[in-house]
């Protein structure tokens, strides 16, 4: 088990270096040998989602209001 201390280092590391991790992220889901993968790659789908979704309500709700949404 590893220790608290180690664990925060970690967490510290990851939050500084972002684009980093998000390669290690990426190296370690492509491998597929960690129980993390199946994690990895839905969230990773789960956050494409959002984005185009977030996308497609902003360009709705721009049209329903500009053609007189009431």
């Known amino acids: 088990m590893e ?3 180690d664990k925060a280092k970690d967490v ?9 991790t998000a390669k290690a992220l990426e190296r370690e889901a492509e491998e ?3 129980p993390r993968t199946p994690l990895i ?3 990773g789908i789960t ?7 977030v996308i497609l309500l902003a360009i709705a709700l721009t049209l329903y209001f500009v053609y007189g949404g009431e």
């Open 12 to 20: 510290v590391h990851a939050v500084e270096h972002p684009v980093e």
């Open 3 to 5: 220790h608290p201390v």
């Open 47 to 53: 956050l494409i989602l959002g984005v185009i979704f």
């Open 41 to 43: 790659a839905i969230t």
């Open 32 to 34: 597929g040998s960690s």
